[in-house]
Each structure stands twice: as C-alpha cells, then as structure tokens.
C-alpha cells in the first residue's frame, strides 16, 4: 500500500491538509501526496567529502579516494600538495607540505576557525573535474592544497540529522562554478542569459580546450602558484552569464548601482515562483538579512552579516523587480520564516537562505558557526504544527573549490558540478538511510514539480530524478509520526 493511501483511508485529507480536490485526483500517483510543506534550506560552499567524507556506510574516502591524486599542470602527480595559499599568501597555520591526498583540516584548524576562500567559477570547476579525473582541484585553486581538506563530521549537527534521517551521497550542485549560478538553477533549473554583454566581461576561451585561455605568464607549475588566465569573464560567448554578476538595482540603498551595461539584463525565464503561483500554490522565499538589507541597515558583503545580492536570485528576474507586487509578496525575511513556523502557517514551499555568517562559506564564514545555525533552524522546524507532513531538504549551491572523489554525471554543457552534503529530513524519510540515487539541484525542483502537478522549467528538471526514494513507502499516522 502506498504512503498516500494510507492517510487516505485514515484521515479526511481535505480538513487535514487542505488538499484540493485536483490533489486528491492525484493521490494515486503522488509519492509526495502526503507532504504538505516543502522547505528548502540551501547553505554555502562545501563539498560532500569535505563534511561527510567520513561518515559510516556512504561512499566517502575508505572508497576509492586514493585513485585521485592530484596532478600539477603537465598533467604530472604532485609530489605532495601545492601550498596553502590566502589572501596574504602562504597560510602558515597548516603544514608546508602536505601529502599528496586527502587530509583533515581539523588535524591543524578547529572547525570553528576560518580558512582561506577556495577558486570556485565555471571554468575552472570544469578544468578541475578533468572529464571525471577530479585530479585537477589543486593545480586550479588559489588556495592550493586546501581543496584536499576534510573535516571529522561526527562532532556537527548535520552527522547527528543523517543518522537520524536520509543522506543523499550522490547528490551533485546543478552547474559547474560559482553560487550565482547554481542559485538561478535552484530557481529556474536554467543558465542566465546576457547576449548584449560588454566585450570586457567575455571571457575568452581556448577553442581546443574549451576552457579559459592562460595567460602568457601563468606559472608552469601550482606550487608556483595559480594558473593566470587571459581574460576571466562572467559572460560566454554566446551570451550565457555563468560567473557573478549583480542586478541592476542594488537592493540596500547604501550600496552603488551597478554601472549601467554592466548588471545582468532582468530575466523572463520562468522560475519555479512563476509555476506555483499560477497554480495557486503558496511560496516564499527567504533570506536572512534581507529587512536590513532593503532598510540600508547593512550592506552586501559587509562584515558582520556578509549579506550576499547574488545569493537571492529572484531579484535578477523581472517578474521580482524592485516595486514590483510579486517581490513583495514572495521574497520575504528569516523572521518572517522562524514567525511562520511557529504558528503554523508556513507556505506549501519555502526556500530559506541563512545571511552570510551563519551560511558556511569559507572565508567569512566557519563550518560550526553555520552547522549550529543549521541545528537551531531545523528544531523550530520541527516544533511547528507544520512539521507532521513537512518535508526539509537541506543542500549546499556548490562545492566551494573543495575536492570530491566521485565524478558527476554528465547531462549538459553547464553540468552538474561535483557532489554537495544533502539531508533529506520528514517525518516521512527513511532513517539512518543512505540515498544512493543520482540527484542534482534539479531534483529539488522536480520533487516540487511531482508534488504541485507542475509543468517542468527545462529539459534540466524534467529529466532530473525527484527525492521519492528517500521517503518511506509505508507511514504511520501523522501525530504519531512526528519526533
């Protein structure tokens, strides 16, 4: 029996759930019938073994992690790992040498210090994967051996959430790089477009290797230091945005307007907020910061809170322009998440982005900071009214330029980008459970897709697998099945 029949011939679905009487046509063949709200939390910047590397029973770096040494530019193995590298160079906290594998960054740094920021862009995501060798992280990374790092995990919260729930070990960010653009693949399950982009944000590619054009100074080995390329930019050129770039409106009022030409033109896409509003579904998302920000109380990338513009990526659509009424109805602020949970009355689908300091970028950021954060969101979650048929899905944008051993799929020219840390967290999902399935960013929107009876965005979403084989197949009652 199915987990929607159950609840069908125990409960009255509409009084229950408020279902509608089109979901109720469709209980039949909605694995997510049950599921009432949708939460999706989506933190910062790590890789699947930089946090679960360790974890009992998922494929981390007891499997096959030593066929990946890392290899200099001539394609040549390491003899041990380039040096640590941050913005005031050599980072003397770790060791000048380092072998050449994966090693624990907790061994010289506690998780609740800072390390250097990690190269994380499209191109250079797709020069380090190296066709599926995942042997090229180091000599790409302007902090050298660092992407070789791990921590022990059993100390976070997130360990603690996986074995009480689902752990998706094959779960891979939706597009080679940066978080600007794995933001608008969470939304839009598409690729920014600029097509009458300034001639100095093209980059320019080399036509044999289908990457970045180096530099006739790049240096002919990484313990020399980072490749230096001809002319990095944001934009292809064929008119397709895959690095940073800001709207054309700043949302604080205390930072500058972007020079005009140079913002991302407004977007028309459509995004997974267009496809639930037509349907009638309730959705927000929300940002940590986000009050603040629009009152000019802080600015972007401003100590303490590092709020990020580029991380909110319904700002870069017109549908959410500045003023317009669908901005002000969906994007909306952390309280505003935390005051819902509590009463209860959370939308169908929310999207949560914690502000800079608690998201767990490297940088300006910590990984026991975030984790904490993380821990403290998911138990109001959970004390919601809510919770009984809430489904968390808990993921990272990117990998952050950390290392992952197992190569990802291959689908399309903007990805998918190496494996991310994913929870799957219901009363519904499987515990102490390993997800095995072939995930990708994409597969959050196709679980919102199956669920609300929603026309794909892409052929991205279309084809991606949703999160049904993270749900227990038999369920007991919905207060019973709280915890």
């Given at each position: 029996?199915?987990?929607?029949?159950?609840?069908?011939?125990?409960?009255?679905?509409?009084?229950?759930?408020?279902?509608?009487?089109?979901?109720?046509?469709?209980?039949?063949?909605?694995?997510?019938?049950?599921?009432?709200?949708?939460?999706?939390?989506?933190?910062?910047?790590?890789?699947?073994?930089?946090?679960?590397?360790?974890?009992?029973?998922?494929?981390?770096?007891?499997?096959?992690?030593?066929?990946?040494?890392?290899?200099?530019?001539?394609?040549?193995?390491?003899?041990?790992?380039?040096?640590i590298r941050g913005?005031?160079?050599?980072?003397?906290?770790?060791?000048?040498?380092?072998?050449?594998?994966?090693?624990?960054?907790?061994?010289?740094?506690?998780?609740?210090?800072?390390?250097?920021?990690?190269?994380?862009?499209?191109?250079?995501?797709?020069?380090?994967?190296?066709?599926?060798?995942?042997?090229?992280?180091?000599?790409?990374?302007?902090?050298?051996?660092?992407?070789?790092?791990?921590?022990?995990?059993?100390?976070?919260?997130?360990?603690?959430?996986?074995?009480?729930?689902?752990?998706?070990?094959?779960?891979?960010?939706?597009?080679?790089?940066?978080?600007?653009?794995?933001?608008?693949?969470?939304?839009?399950?598409?690729?920014?477009?600029?097509?009458?982009?300034?001639?100095?944000?093209?980059?320019?590619?080399?036509?044999?290797?289908?990457?970045?054009?180096?530099?006739?100074?790049?240096?002919?080995?990484?313990?020399?230091?980072?490749?230096?390329?001809?002319?990095?930019?944001?934009?292809t050129s064929d008119?397709?945005?895959?690095?940073?770039?800001?709207?054309?409106?700043?949302?604080?009022?205390?930072?500058?307007?972007?020079?005009?030409?140079?913002?991302?033109?407004?977007?028309?896409?459509?995004?997974?907020?267009?496809?639930?509003?037509?349907?009638?579904?309730?959705?927000?998302?929300?940002?940590?910061?986000?009050?603040?920000?629009?009152?000019?109380?802080?600015?972007?990338?401003?100590?303490?809170?590092?709020?990020?513009?580029?991380?909110?990526?319904?700002?870069?659509?017109?549908?959410?322009?500045?003023?317009?009424?669908?901005?002000?109805?969906?994007?909306?602020?952390?309280?505003?998440?935390?005051?819902?949970?509590?009463?209860?009355?959370?939308?169908?689908?929310?999207?949560?982005?914690?502000?800079?300091?608690?998201?767990?970028?490297?940088?300006?950021?910590?990984?026991?900071?975030?984790?904490?954060?993380?821990?403290?969101?998911?138990?109001?979650?959970?004390?919601?009214?809510?919770?009984?048929?809430?489904?968390?899905?808990?993921?990272?944008?990117?990998?952050?330029?950390?290392?992952?051993?197992?190569?990802?799929?291959?689908?399309?020219?903007?990805?998918?980008?190496?494996?991310?840390?994913?929870?799957?967290?219901?009363?519904?999902?499987?515990?102490?459970?390993?997800?095995?399935?072939?995930?990708?960013?994409?597969?959050?929107?196709?679980?919102?897709?199956?669920?609300?009876?929603?026309a794909p965005l892409?052929?991205?979403?279309?084809?991606?697998?949703?999160?049904?084989?993270?749900?227990?197949?038999?369920?007991?009652?919905?207060?019973?099945?709280?915890?």
């Amino acid at each position: 029996m199915t987990l929607s029949r159950i609840f069908a011939k125990a409960f009255a679905w509409p009084l229950i759930f408020g279902l509608t009487g089109s979901a109720l046509a469709q209980e039949a063949s909605n694995p997510f019938a049950a599921i009432g709200h949708i939460v999706v939390i989506y933190t910062e910047n790590r890789s699947f073994d930089n946090v679960f590397g360790l974890y009992p029973g998922a494929e981390g770096l007891g499997i096959g992690a030593d066929r990946f040494a890392q290899v200099d530019f001539d394609g040549k193995p390491f003899g041990e790992l380039p040096p640590i590298r941050g913005d005031k160079g050599v980072d003397s906290r770790f060791p000048s040498i380092l072998p050449n594998a994966p090693f624990p960054i907790d061994a010289f740094l506690p998780n609740a210090e800072k390390t250097p920021d990690m190269t994380h862009d499209f191109f250079q995501e797709k020069e380090q994967i190296n066709g599926g060798k995942m042997d090229r992280f180091a000599a790409v990374s302007g902090a050298g051996g660092l992407v070789m790092g791990y921590y022990d995990g059993r100390s976070l919260a997130q360990w603690r959430l996986a074995q009480e729930f689902t752990l998706a070990d094959h779960f891979f960010h939706g597009a080679f790089g940066g978080s600007f653009l794995n933001h608008m693949f969470l939304v839009c399950a598409c690729a920014p477009t600029f097509p009458s982009a300034p001639p100095s944000l093209i980059a320019e590619v080399d036509e044999a290797t289908g990457l970045l054009a180096l530099a006739a100074d790049s240096p002919k080995s990484a313990h020399i230091g980072p490749p230096h390329y001809r002319k990095p930019g944001p934009v292809t050129s064929d008119g397709y945005a895959v690095s940073t770039l800001q709207p054309p409106t700043p949302l604080s009022p205390r930072d500058s307007a972007t020079p005009a030409g140079f913002g991302l033109p407004p977007q028309t896409q459509p995004t997974i907020g267009d496809r639930l509003t037509e349907k009638g579904v309730s959705w927000a998302w929300y940002a940590g910061g986000w009050n603040d920000m629009r009152a000019g109380r802080i600015r972007q990338r401003e100590a303490p809170e590092f709020f990020q513009t580029h991380h909110q990526p319904f700002l870069y659509f017109a549908n959410f322009a500045a003023g317009a009424q669908e901005r002000e109805l969906h994007l909306k602020d952390a309280d505003d998440l935390f005051a819902a949970a509590e009463a209860g009355t959370l939308p169908a689908v929310s999207f949560y982005k914690p502000v800079g300091k608690f998201n767990e970028h490297p940088s300006y950021a910590d990984l026991k900071t975030g984790d904490a954060h993380l821990e403290e969101v998911v138990a109001r979650l959970r004390r919601s009214p809510n919770w009984r048929d809430m489904l968390i899905i808990v993921t990272a944008d990117e990998n952050g330029g950390a290392w992952d051993h197992v190569a990802p799929p291959k689908i399309d020219r903007f990805g998918p980008g190496a494996r991310v840390p994913t929870l799957i967290l219901s009363p519904f999902a499987k515990k102490g459970f390993v997800d095995r399935t072939i995930y990708d960013t994409a597969s959050i929107l196709a679980t919102i897709e199956t669920r609300f009876a929603l026309a794909p965005l892409t052929a991205r979403d279309k084809g991606a697998a949703d999160l049904r084989n993270a749900l227990e197949t038999t369920v007991t009652a919905p207060g019973s099945a709280t915890r």
